[in-house]
Every structure is written in C-alpha cells, then in structure tokens.
C-alpha cells in the first residue's frame, strides 16, 4: 500500500501540529481517531527576508492558447455554468474535459489562475455555481454558501449532461466532438472536494484533484453526510480504481480530515497521492494552500475590498495567488495530464515524477514536508 515520507525544508524547531478549527467537528474527530503510526508534519519557522526553498523541481506554468469564456443559464433554475476553454477550441478535437467545483461562499474569480493553465494545456474546465447570494461588487454575484448539500454532486453531474448536450448543439463552440466527454476529471476545493467525492461515485472519472476537501472518512457534519454514505462514495471509487490526488498545508484547519481521507481503508484500491506543503514554501511565494487556502494578502482592487463583501471575500480562498511560483499548481498539472491524456501510462514521465523516486519526482520536492503515496492494488 502507501509508504510516507516527512522532509524538513532545512533545520528547523518543531513546532505543534495544526488543530482543526473549533467549529469543524469532522476535522476534530478525523484528528482524534488518526492512527498513531502517521508521522506528524514537521513544520519550517517563518523564512528571513529574501529566504529561498532548497534546489527542487520548478513550476513553470503551462504554455498554449489563451483562455475564453462564457457563461450560460442552466434553464428553469438559478445553476449557471462557467466554461472556460482554448481561443482556437474551433480547430481542436476531442479536448478533455475537468469539472471543477468551488468551495463554500467562493466565486468564479477565485480560481482563474488554475483554469488558465488548465486552458492552455488544451483542457475545457466547466464551473456550476448559483445565483442566490449577491455580494457587493461582483457581477454575477456569488454564489450561495449552501450551493450543494447533496450526497450525490448533482451541480457537477449537471454541469457535465451541460457539456454533452452542447456538444450535439450546432450553435454552440463546442459541437462537433470539440470536447471528449468521456474524457472527464473531477475537481473542487472544500465543498467542491467533498461534492467531487460524491459525483465521482456516480459518474467514473479519470482522475479527482481535491483541494482540501470538506469531508472526513467519517462524513461531513457540515453538509449532513454520513460515515454510511462517504464510505459508500468510496466504494463507488474503488470499484472504477480512480485515482486521487488530496492537497492541504502544514496549517491547513482540515489537515487531518484530508489525511483521513487518504488513510480510508474503502478507498485503498485507489491510487493516492496526498501533498502536504510546507508553512515555508507558502510564506514564500504567499501560497493560498496556508490555512485552507486562505488569501494571505488582498488580491483585488481596494474599492471593493474596503466593502463588506470585500472583507468577507478576504477570509475565503484564492486559489493559485502565488502566481507561476504557487506550488499547489505544478503537481495538479501533472496529475491531469498523467489520467487525462497519458491515461496512466505507467511508462510515461508524468508518472515516475508522480510515483516514482527519481530527481524530478515528487519526493524530491522541497516545498512539500509530507508526502504519502499508493499506488492502489
């Protein structure tokens, strides 16, 4: 099964690992019941000015087309769906296809950066969210902050009958087979992690990237599933043996929810990858994977910000902030390219750098302080 690895990034003093927040019941109980034999993360004290990470792989974005949008009414309700895609979509063929799901409260703006490398890796990336919770400033509002409580995903599973009907629509870009949507992975941050989870139980991904998901191997108290049900989703994705790739911090509020999503005995026939990065690496390049994926700095523009929907935006997550030097970036790309083009070619470089030990490999990344893989039976 697994094996764990734990690397400082240079000496450093431990320091306690972080507890989940008081309200995050799940996170609590998945920390109390985590098996005494996981190594505990070693966490860096907070680099001197001009500090630099160690000598490791680089993270250089992807270079390819630039990224259009558009966004349409799912009709008779308030579900709209972003898709963002390739400029020259009109001459591509069977493009593969990520849905991807935001986290509670979040909005389209929070993960541009990931959607453009994604765009410019030839990807189509689809985006539900709702309309029913209108911020200051934002046009089209945010979306609600109890958009998906189904245990099945069925924003996400929408999203993709979305995508299949536009496919046989001779007014829209995509007809014609522009877009493979049997080709399909599953992403979300938070809620969209857990919803992932739930849709890709029903749906047979390729791959699930999940950004610090709002879920345990016990359920969600958040959104009322059960330990009955998410052990069911597991399942689901054992039997298909889809392959997961789970992203927190040193910091993050539901670090050890997300390790116990890793360690679920239900979903050990699923080849697993979970990265948890440094305290270090994300002060550095100001990472939003610190505290599940928080912004650690205002990133839009300070009329708005002086705002109440401004502040309130603050303290929810910006995914990829740290821009082409954001960590939390590089791996995901070679995740998605492994599944969704390479289909998990054991002989392909993707995968050595994801499972294999050699210098470009994953293991050898210095901003990550704890890296655990299967390979799934």
């Known amino acids: ?123 189509v990336v689809i985006f539900p969210y709702k309309t029913n919770s209108a911020v200051p400033g934002e046009d089209p509002p945010w979306p609600s902050t109890a958009l998906d409580a189904s245990p099945d995903g069925i924003e996400m599973q929408v999203a993709l009958k979305k995508m299949i009907s536009a496919s046989s629509d001779k007014s829209s870009p995509f007809f014609g087979g522009k877009v493979d949507t049997k080709n399909v992975a599953l992403g979300g941050h938070s809620m969209g992690g857990k919803s992932s989870i739930c849709a890709g139980a029903q749906i047979e991904p390729r791959a699930l990237l999940l950004h610090s998901p709002s879920c345990s191997s016990e359920g969600s108290e958040v959104y009322d599933l059960s330990k009955e049900q998410i052990e069911d989703r597991f399942a689901g994705l054992a039997k298909d043996r889809t392959p997961i790739m789970l992203v927190t911090s040193d910091e993050d509020v539901r670090q050890a929810a997300v390790l116990s999503v890793y360690e679920a005995p239900k979903l050990g026939a699923c080849p697993k990858l979970y990265l948890q990065y440094s305290k270090q690496a994300c002060e550095l390049v100001q990472s939003t994977i610190i505290e599940h994926f928080k912004p650690p700095r205002t990133v839009f523009k300070p009329e708005f910000m002086r705002d109440v929907g401004g502040r309130e935006f603050q303290a929810h997550c910006y995914l990829g902030s740290g821009g082409v030097n954001d960590p939390s970036l590089k791996w995901g790309d070679v995740f998605m390219r492994l599944y969704l083009e390479k289909k998990g070619d054991k002989a392909s470089p993707e995968y050595k750098m994801l499972y294999g030990d050699g210098p470009d490999s994953i293991r050898k990344d210095p901003a990550l302080s704890v890296v655990h893989i299967s390979e799934g039976l």
């Open 1 to 123: 099964m697994g094996c764990g690895t734990s690397k400082p990034l240079e000496p450093v003093q431990p320091v306690a690992a972080a507890q989940p927040a008081s309200g995050d019941k799940a996170g609590q109980k998945a920390a109390a019941q985590a098996p005494s034999s996981t190594p505990a993360p070693q966490q860096a004290s907070a680099p001197a000015p001009g500090g630099n990470l160690p000598a490791g792989p680089p993270y250089p974005p992807p270079v390819g087309p630039a990224m259009k949008d558009l966004s349409e009414q799912m009709a008779g309700d308030d579900l709209l769906v972003n898709i963002y895609f390739p400029e020259d979509i009109a001459s591509r063929t069977g493009a593969p296809l990520i849905v991807y799901q935001h986290g509670r409260g979040s909005t389209h703006h929070v993960y541009q950066t990931i959607f453009k490398r994604w765009v410019a890796m030839g990807y």
